[in-house]
C-alpha cells in the first residue's frame, strides 16, 4: 500500500476530493502535539490518503505548514496529490514549486475544469505534465468528474518520477512566478474575446458596497423564512401532531397494564423528554441545508470578506468571521477552526466570541417559545434572537479587545472560490452529515437526560412521590431566587436551564417532563410574551453545554475556560433583566 500526502491551498476542493477518494473509509484526529485536524483514509486496499491541512506556500511558518514540511520530509510519501484551482494556476502553482523540492513524485490535480471549460480555455496536459515534470489529471471534485482517472493512477503506482527536481529552485519568490508564467504562456490558450464571467458579473453585485450589507442580511432572512415558515415549520408540526396525536395514545393504550412507575417512565420521562426535540428535527435539517447551499456556492467566502470592516472593530480579520459562522451549526467545531487564524490572539478572543452564535441546538427551544407565544411573528422572533447574538458578540469583542486581548492586528488573507451552483448530492450528503450529530445526541446525552430528570421529578428520600416534593423541585427551588428577578417565576424552568448545560435541546426534553407533553398548550400558563422572550435571550448568551467548555478548555486551558463560563451567565442574566423589566415598563 502507497501513501499520499492530499497538499492544496485552502478552499481549492481538498476536502471534496477527500471524500470522493475515500468515501467513509476516513480517521480523524489531531497531529501529535498539535492541535489541528488530521485526517486519514484509504482508497480500497491500494492507497493511503493523508489529508494535510490547507497552506499557500511552505515558508510562512504556520502550525499547518510546519506540519506539512515534517510530514512530507519525515513520513514514508510515495507521491503527493497537489490539488490545484485550474482558474487560477499562477498563484496555484507556487506552492506546486515548493512541493517540487522535496523530490517526490507529484500527481497535479486541475480541479474545477469545469468552470474553465465554460470560459472556452484550453490547457495542454501533456505540456503542463512535461514543464513542471508531474502527472497532471483535469478533475472536478464537486461533479465526480476525474475522480476514477486518479484511483487508477493509484491503483497502478503509475506516476511521473522527475529526475531533474533541483531545476525548481528558486532563490527569490519572483523567480517562481516569472518561471511559473512563461509555462503558463505556453500551455494555455486564452480565447481570443474574453467574456467577462460569472464570478466577475456577480460580485459587482454581492461585494458592491452599498448593496453588500442588505444583501448579506436578505440572503440569511430567505434561508430563516425557508426554515420556518416554507418548508420546516410544516414539517416540524407534521412530527408533533403525529407523536402527540397517534404514537403517545398507541403507546400508552400499550402500557395500560404494565405498572404506573413503568408507564410513567417511558411516556413522561423518556417519550415526552426526546420527543418534545425530536420534532424539531425537520427545523435543523432545513437550516443546515441553507447554510450547506452558502458554504459549497462560494458565498461564505465573500461573508467574510464583507465582514472584515466590522471584524476589525474587534480586533479581528475578517477571517474570524467563518468560525463564528460554523458556530451557528455547533460551536465546538467552530472553536476548533479557529485553530487557522494565525495568532494566538486571535483564535482565543475568536474561541470566547464563538459561543454566543446560536447553535443549532438552542434552535428547538426557539421554536417552541416563538410557535407558542410569537405564532404570528415566528420568523422575525428566531432572526431577531440570532442578530442578537451578532451584536453581542460584536460588544463583547469591543470590551476583550481592550482589556483582555491589546495586540496588533493580524493582516486578512481569504480565498475568493468561484460561484458556482452546488451539486444537490453533496448538499444533502453535508446536511446529513451535520443532521447525523443531532440524532446520536438524541440518542445519547438527551436521552440519558430524559430518564435522570424523569427520575429525579418522580422520586424523593422516601420513595415515589409528586413533583412538586421531588428531588428536582428542591433544586429548582434552591436556584429559582436567581431567575426570579427575569420572570421565570417556576422552579422548572430554572430546572431546565440548569438541564440545559448538558445540552441546550434539554431545555425542552426537560420541560417536557416536567409540564407534560403538549408543552404548547401548557406554557402560557408560566409564561408571558415578555417573559419568554426574556428566556430566549438568557437560553441564546448563557454558559454553553458541556461539550463547549471541554473543547475550550482542551483547545486553550482552564483560565479560558472560566472566563467563557461566567462572562456569559454574567451577560445572560443582566441582557434577560433589561429585557423583562423594561419590557414590563414600555407593555
Known amino acids: 500500500m502507497i501513501t499520499a500526502a492530499l497538499v492544496g491551498n485552502p478552499n481549492v476542493g481538498k476536502t471534496s476530493l477527500f471524500n470522493m477518494l475515500t468515501g467513509s473509509n476516513q480517521y480523524v484526529g489531531n497531529w501529535a502535539g498539535v492541535t489541528i485536524e488530521k485526517k486519514e483514509g484509504y482508497v480500497g486496499d491500494k492507497a493511503k490518503i493523508v489529508d494535510l491541512p490547507g497552506i499557500y506556500a511552505m515558508d510562512t511558518f504556520s502550525n499547518e505548514e510546519k506540519i506539512s514540511k515534517q510530514f512530507l520530509m519525515e513520513s514514508n510519501v510515495d507521491v503527493i496529490i497537489n490539488i490545484v484551482d485550474a482558474s487560477n494556476l499562477n498563484r496555484n502553482l507556487y506552492l506546486t514549486t515548493q512541493l517540487k523540492q522535496f523530490g517526490k513524485p507529484i500527481v497535479l490535480l486541475l480541479n474545477m475544469i469545469d468552470i474553465i471549460n465554460s470560459r472556452n480555455i484550453k490547457i495542454n496536459y501533456e505540456w503542463l505534465s512535461e514543464k513542471l515534470g508531474v502527472t497532471v489529471v483535469p478533475i472536478s471534485a464537486s461533479k465526480g468528474i476525474g475522480i476514477d482517472k486518479v484511483k487508477e493512477i493509484l491503483a497502478r503506482d503509475n506516476f511521473f518520477r522527475d529526475t531533474n527536481d533541483n531545476d525548481y529552485q528558486f532563490s527569490e519568490e519572483k523567480e517562481a512566478y516569472a518561471f511559473i508564467e512563461n509555462v503558463l504562456r505556453e500551455c494555455i490558450i486564452q480565447p481570443e474575446k474574453k467574456v467577462s464571467s460569472v464570478t466577475n458579473r456577480l460580485d459587482k453585485i454581492f461585494l458592491n ?50 405498572s404506573s412507575w413503568f408507564r410513567s417512565l417511558i411516556i413522561d420521562g423518556i417519550i415526552s423528554g426526546v420527543g418534545s426535540v425530536i420534532v424539531f428535527l425537520p427545523l435543523i435539517l432545513t437550516l443546515f441545508l441553507g447554510i450547506s447551499f452558502l458554504e459549497d456556492s462560494g458565498y461564505m467566502a465573500r461573508a467574510a470578506f464583507i465582514m472584515d470592516r466590522i471584524m476589525r472593530k474587534m480586533g479581528l480579520s475578517g477571517k474570524a468571521f467563518i468560525p463564528l459562522v460554523i458556530g451557528f451549526g455547533c460551536s465546538v467545531p467552530g472553536i476548533m477552526s479557529a485553530r487557522t487564524l494565525e495568532s494566538e490572539k486571535d483564535r482565543k478572543l475568536t474561541a470566547l466570541l464563538v459561543p454566543l452564535m446560536s447553535c443549532n441546538a438552542r434552535l428547538p427551544v426557539y421554536a417552541l417559545f416563538a410557535a407558542v407565544f410569537f405564532p404570528k411573528n415566528t420568523t ?41 451552483m452546488p451539486e444537490l448530492k453533496n448538499l444533502l450528503k453535508n446536511t446529513w452529515e451535520k443532521g447525523k450529530c443531532f440524532l446520536v445526541k438524541m440518542g445519547t446525552i438527551i436521552f440519558s437526560a430524559s430518564v435522570v430528570v424523569w427520575f429525579l421529578s418522580s422520586f424523593n428520600f422516601t420513595g415515589l412521590t409528586d413533583i412538586n416534593s421531588s428531588f428536582l423541585s428542591y433544586i429548582g427551588k434552591l436556584i429559582n431566587p436567581i431567575f426570579m428577578p427575569l420572570g421565570f417565576a417556576t422552579w422548572q424552568s430554572s430546572v431546565a436551564l440548569l438541564t440545559g448545560i448538558i445540552a441546550k435541546e434539554v431545555v425542552v426534553g426537560t420541560m417536557g417532563v416536567l409540564y407534560g407533553a403538549d408543552l404548547r398548550a401548557i406554557l402560557p400558563s408560566y409564561f408571558t410574551q415578555i417573559s419568554a422572550y426574556g428566556f430566549l435571550v438568557f437560553v441564546l448568551l448563557y454558559t454553553p453545554c458541556i461539550s463547549v467548555i471541554a473543547t475550550i478548555q482542551k483547545e486553550y486551558g482552564k483560565k479560558m475556560m472560566l472566563i467563557s463560563v461566567t462572562y456569559q451567565l454574567v451577560l445572560a442574566w443582566i441582557a434577560a433583566f433589561i429585557v423583562y423589566n423594561i419590557g414590563n415598563l414600555i407593555f
Open 380 to 420: 422575525a422572533v428566531v432572526f431577531s434572537l440570532y442578530i442578537l447574538g451578532i451584536v453581542a458578540a460584536f460588544a463583547v469583542g469591543l470590551i476583550f479587545k481592550n482589556t483582555l486581548f491589546k495586540k496588533d492586528e493580524e493582516p486578512f488573507l481569504i480565498e475568493l472560490p468561484e460561484y458556482k
Open 209 to 258: 458596497k452599498f448593496l453588500a450589507y442588505p444583501l448579506f442580511l436578505a440572503i440569511l432572512y430567505v434561508i430563516f423564512m425557508f426554515t420556518f415558515i416554507w418548508v420546516g415549520q410544516p414539517l416540524s408540526d407534521a412530527v408533533d401532531n403525529f407523536l402527540t396525536g397517534k404514537f403517545i395514545p398507541f403507546v400508552d393504550i400499550m402500557l395500560s397494564n404494565s
